[in-house]
C-alpha cells in the first residue's frame, strides 16, 4: 500500500516531509521490530503492518522507516521482541503488545483500558498520531524574561480552572477556556502561571478504591507522553498549536508559563502496572532496578517506578524535552516533581554533579529559563538549601512550615520567622545563591487550601476511596475553633483574617511567591488535602466566589500591586542590615520588637515582630512591618516620622489595604497591633523627619 524505505535515524519520533514521514525509535535491545500504521485513533484493526528489516532501518540503536505516501492524521504504534528474562537483564520484549512512541507529539488514548493492558498484552495501546508539518506563525513571539526576584507565580490547574458551572467560557477545561480567562489573571496582577502538568498522562492510574468510586487521576502526576500536550486539555484536533495559541495570548498580556513536569516516574507503574513505551522498549535502563532481582522496581518516588534519570539516554531524553517545550513551544519554566529524583545516579545513590542537572543548567537553550526544584522525592533524599547546580529555585518547604506554624501560634518562631521574611539566607547564603532560589508558598496543590488551612485540623479524604489513608498527616494547620464550615461570626471573622496574614507574610517576604489558585477568594476542598483525584467541584475552581468573596479578592489584588510598586519587597541581594544603598544610608533592614528594641529572639512565647525596610532608591520610601500573631494586641513604638497605613489585616474591607492616603497617617510615635495581625506602614517623604 506504501513505498518503504530505509529511512534516516533522526530525529527521533515521526518526522512529515513532502512525501511521506520518517518514524525513528531508539531501541538498543531489540532483535525484531514493527511500525504499525491506523488510518485513524478508533480504527480496530491497522492499514499495514511494516515489519523493519536491521540491515536497512537499523542504525546504531535507532530503528527507523520511511513511508511514502502517508499523510498527516494518520495513527501508530510500535511493536519490539527481543530478551525477556526480567530478573537477569530487565528486559520485558514481548512481540504482542504495541507501544506507544515516547516522542509522539500527539497521542489517542481513546482505545486505552489500563486493567486490561495490565492483564493481556494484546490489549489495545494508547496510538501516536503524526501531525501536520509545522508552520505555526508564532507573530514575534518569544520569551518574557520577567527576572524572578519581580515575579508572582499562580499555580493553577488548566482542566479545573474553568471546568466550574460558572466558568462561563467556551471550551471548558481546555487551554482555550484558560485564554479566555486571561483578563481575570491580569487583573489579579500575577506574572507567571504555573501549570500543574500538562503533558500526556493516564488518567486511568488510580488504585481500586478510587476506580471503584468513578475517579480519574486529575491532577496529571502520570506522565506518558512527555512530547505531547494533554488530550484531555485539547478542544480541538490539533493540541500542539492549542497549546501555543494559549502561551501566545498568555505572553501578550505579559503572563509567563512554567510547567510542572514529572521526569521522576513515569505512568507504567511498578510490577504490577501496565507497559505502555519505556518497558517495552528500555525497561533495562530507563528504569532503576533491583540489581539482586531486576523484575523489581526501585520506588524512590512512592508511585511504583523511579526514572534512571542519569543513564546517559534518559538525561539526554529530559534535555530533549524541555528544550522542545522551550524552543518549540515557548514556555518560560519549568517546576520539576520530586526533583531530587533527578540527582540520584545509576545506583540510586544522591549525586552533587548530577549529569542531567547539571547539563540543564549549562543548556543554552535553557539559559533564559526559570529552573524550579520540588527538592526533596518519596525516599527522604531532603535538598532544600542544597539542590545542586546554582541557577535552580527550590520550593521552599521551610518557608510554609515556618509560617503555618507562625500562624497557627506554635511558639519559639520568630527568628524562624524573620530568616524566611527576609529571604532565607540561612538555607541560600553560604552556598552562593541568592533570594531568588527561593520560591515562597503557604499553600499549594498538595494540601489544604488556604481557605481549609484555617477550617480544618484533621484531613478529611474519604472521598478518594481510601479510607483517609492518603494525603499528609502532618499539616500545621488550625481551625480556629471549630472543625469545618460554621455559622459562628467570630470564628469566620477569625478564619477571613489569618487568610489575610498568610498572604500578607507571603507578599511581604523576599524570593518568589507563589499562590494556589482559588485561594484569592477562599476556596475550599471540603476538608480534602490530596485532591489528586477529584475532577469535580471539590478540584475545581468556584466562579461563584469571586463575586461571593469580592473583597478578599480586592484585598490580594492592591497586595499584589504593593509588592509589584515596592523595588525593597524584590532585592536581588540577601538583607545585611547595613545601608540599603538608597535611603540616606539606613539600614537595609533593621528588626524590633514592640518597643524598638531588638526583638528577644530567644523568648519562648514572643509572638510579635517589626522590621524596617528602606527603599532602593532615593525615592522609594521606607516599609514598617509589624506581625502580631498573639491572642491580644499589643501597643507597638514606631520609628521617627510621619506613618502611613498601607495594610492592616484587622480592619475590614476596603480598609484593609489602601496606597497611602492622608486619612490613614498614625498620629504620634505608638499604634495599637490588634491580634492576629499584620500591619505595614510607610513612611510619608514629606515629613520623614516629624
Not at 189 to 199: A, N, Q, R, S, Y
Not at 238 to 252: C, I, Q, S, T, W
Request: hydrophobic content about 40%; charged content about 25%.
Amino acid at each position: 500500500m506504501f513505498e518503504i524505505r530505509p529511512g534516516q535515524h533522526l530525529p527521533a519520533g515521526a518526522s512529515v516531509h513532502e512525501d511521506g514521514v520518517n518514524f525513528s525509535i531508539f531501541c538498543r535491545g531489540a532483535t525484531r521490530m514493527w511500525l504499525q500504521l491506523y488510518a485513524g485513533p478508533d480504527e480496530p484493526e491497522p492499514v499495514e503492518i511494516i515489519e523493519l528489516d536491521a540491515h536497512r532501518h537499523r542504525t546504531f540503536f535507532f530503528w527507523h522507516v520511511f513511508v511514502a505516501g502517508v499523510a498527516p492524521g494518520i495513527c501508530y504504534t510500535w511493536r519490539a521482541d527481543g530478551p525477556s528474562d526480567t530478573s537477569t537483564s530487565g528486559c520485558l520484549f514481548d512481540p504482542r503488545r504495541e507501544l506507544l512512541d515516547p516522542w509522539a507529539r500527539a497521542v489517542e488514548p481513546g482505545r486505552w483500558d489500563r486493567a486490561a493492558a495490565c492483564l493481556d498484552p494484546g490489549a489495545p495501546a494508547i496510538r501516536a498520531r503524526v501531525l501536520p508539518a509545522d508552520d505555526y506563525d508564532w507573530e514575534g513571539d518569544t520569551q518574557l524574561h520577567v527576572p524572578l526576584a519581580d515575579s508572582v507565580i499562580y499555580e493553577l490547574h488548566v482542566g479545573g480552572f474553568t471546568r466550574g458551572a460558572d466558568a462561563n467560557v467556551s471550551a471548558p477545561g481546555t487551554f482555550r477556556g484558560l485564554t479566555e480567562k486571561i483578563p481575570y489573571l491580569l487583573e489579579l496582577g500575577i506574572t507567571h502561571v504555573e501549570l500543574l502538568p500538562v503533558m500526556a498522562f493516564d488518567e486511568l492510574d488510580v488504585p481500586e478504591g478510587a476506580s471503584d468510586l468513578g475517579l480519574r487521576n486529575y491532577w496529571g502526576y502520570s506522565t506518558y507522553g512527555f512530547f505531547a500536550p494533554h488530550p484531555g486539555f485539547v478542544a480541538g484536533d490539533n493540541p500542539r498549536d492549542e497549546f501555543r495559541d494559549m502561551v501566545k495570548a498568555l505572553h501578550r498580556a505579559g503572563i509567563g508559563v512554567i510547567l510542572d513536569v514529572v521526569f521522576n516516574h513515569t505512568a507504567e507503574g511498578g510490577a504490577g502496572g501496565p507497559v505502555i513505551n519505556f518497558k517495552g522498549i528500555g525497561n533495562e535502563f530507563f528504569y532503576h532496578l533491583d540489581p539482586d532481582d531486576r523484575a523489581k522496581y526501585r520506588d524512590y518516588t512512592g508511585c511504583g517506578n523511579t526514572m534512571n534519570c542519569n543513564h546517559p539516554l534518559v538525561a539526554r531524553f529530559i534535555l530533549d524535552c524541555m528544550e522542545y517545550w522551550v524552543r518549540e513551544m515557548h514556555v518560560d519554566g519549568f517546576r520539576l516533581d520530586l526533583a531530587s529524583v533527578l540527582a540520584r545516579g545509576e545506583d540510586g545513590k544522591p549525586m552533587y554533579h548530577a549529569p542531567v542537572l547539571w547539563s540543564t543548567e549549562f543548556s543554552n537553550t535553557l539559559a533564559e529559563t526559570h529552573l524550579i526544584a520540588e527538592a526533596w522525592d518519596a525516599a527522604g533524599l531532603y535538598q532544600v538549601g542544597d539542590f545542586p547546580g546554582f541557577r535552580w529555585a527550590e520550593w521552599n518547604g521551610d518557608y510554609r512550615d515556618t509560617m503555618r506554624g507562625y500562624l497557627r501560634g506554635d511558639d519559639g518562631l520568630i527568628s524562624r520567622v524573620a530568616s524566611r521574611l527576609a529571604g532565607s539566607s540561612d538555607l541560600y547564603a553560604a552556598a552562593g545563591r541568592l533570594p531568588v532560589n527561593s520560591i515562597n508558598f503557604v499553600t499549594c496543590h498538595d494540601g489544604f487550601t488556604l481557605n481549609d488551612l484555617f477550617s480544618y485540623e484533621q484531613k478529611h479524604n474519604e472521598a478518594n476511596g481510601e479510607g483517609n489513608r492518603d494525603g499528609n498527616n502532618h499539616n500545621l494547620s488550625w481551625n480556629c475553633g471549630h472543625e469545618g464550615p460554621t455559622s459562628d461570626a467570630r470564628i469566620n471573622a477569625l478564619r477571613l483574617r489569618q487568610a489575610k496574614n498568610a498572604l500578607a507574610l507571603l507578599l511581604l517576604s523576599q524570593g518568589v511567591p507563589m499562590l494556589l489558585a482559588g485561594d484569592e477568594v477562599l476556596r475550599s476542598q471540603q476538608g480534602n488535602n490530596n485532591a489528586w483525584c477529584q475532577d469535580n467541584p471539590v478540584g475545581w475552581f468556584d466562579w461563584a466566589l469571586v463575586r461571593r468573596h469580592a473583597d478578599m479578592l480586592r484585598f490580594v489584588r492592591e497586595l499584589i500591586a504593593l509588592r509589584r510598586r515596592r523595588p525593597s519587597l524584590r532585592r536581588h541581594r540577601f538583607l545585611t542590615g547595613t545601608s540599603g544603598g538608597g535611603d540616606n544610608g539606613h539600614p537595609d533592614i533593621s528588626w524590633y520588637g514592640a518597643r524598638l528594641e531588638a526583638p528577644d529572639w530567644n523568648l519562648p512565647g514572643a509572638s510579635l515582630l517589626a522590621a524596617t525596610l528602606s527603599g532602593v532608591t532615593d525615592d522609594e520610601p521606607r516599609l514598617h512591618i509589624v506581625m502580631n500573631m498573639d491572642d491580644r494586641a499589643h501597643p507597638v513604638r514606631l520609628p521617627a516620622g510621619v506613618w502611613n497605613v498601607v495594610l492592616d489585616t484587622s480592619r475590614p474591607s476596603p480598609e484593609d489595604i489602601n496606597p497611602p492616603a492622608p486619612g490613614r497617617q498614625i498620629r504620634g510615635r505608638r499604634v495599637s497591633v490588634r491580634a492576629r495581625s499584620v500591619m505595614a506602614l510607610e513612611l510619608d517623604p514629606g515629613r520623614a523627619g516629624a
